[in-house]
């Protein structure tokens, strides 16, 4: 069901009703099947553009940075995934990688707060690639990014491919 905009300004989609804001807001869930969940895209390299970067803690209590790409072109334009940067030594080559192959060679080679760096947004709107593997959380299956790379290798994306 695609989303609907009403006149009393609620909001429907897939059978959710919202309506009201933050302080008299009213959510109607008798139109959502408990079993729903998100379609799997397939393994493959898709463009992205960062959405949002957050700063905050992992579940085992390390610094990361949480960022939110958002698929751009194609049957899944606009489909979010999720990756995280932790801030602990034997990561720190990793995300070093990361920051270059985006271009951003300034953060990669001095030094930075990842907080201020998330809270002021200077990485949304970063452009790039991932790719997508699919596994297991909680006996279903799942996306998980599996790498990015530079946007200019967006030649090689658009879809499920067999490097996946």
Do not use: C
């Amino acid at each position: 069901m695609p989303k609907t905009a009403k006149k009393d300004n609620s909001v429907e989609d897939e059978g959710v009703i919202i309506a009201g804001d933050d302080g008299d807001m009213v959510v109607d869930l008798s139109g959502v099947s408990p079993d729903a969940g998100f379609e799997v895209i397939p393994r493959g390299r898709y463009p992205f553009i960062v959405d949002v970067v957050t700063y905050g803690t992992s579940s085992k209590g390390n610094p990361m940075w949480s960022w939110t790409l958002e698929v751009e072109g194609g049957d899944y334009a606009g489909r979010k995934q999720f990756y995280h940067s932790t801030f602990i030594p034997k990561m720190a080559a990793r995300l070093k990688r990361d920051l270059i192959t985006l271009g951003l060679d300034d953060l990669a080679n001095n030094p930075f707060d990842p907080q201020e760096v998330a809270d002021t947004g200077q990485l949304v709107g970063v452009r790039g690639v991932m790719r997508l593997g699919i596994g297991k959380y909680e006996g279903e299956d799942t996306n998980s990014v599996k790498g990015i790379y530079a946007a200019d290798s967006s030649a090689d994306a658009g879809g499920a491919d067999e490097f996946a």
